[in-house]
């Protein structure tokens, strides 16, 4: 019953800086271009224009 008392403050510290890192990533347009990034994986890089 004693580490409960570490414990719990903690959890709610770790949880809320979750909670300040994902209103931050929303905030700053982490979300903003879902379909981008799985192009980009199949884009081959080499600065050639396709033909």
Request: proline share 4%.
């Amino acid at each position: 019953m004693n580490t409960l008392v570490y414990l719990i403050p903690i959890a709610l510290v770790l949880g809320g800086l979750g909670l300040v890192a994902f209103l931050w990533a929303v905030k700053s347009g982490q979300y903003e271009d879902l379909d981008g990034a799985s192009w980009r994986v199949l884009d081959e890089g080499d600065g050639r224009p396709h033909a």
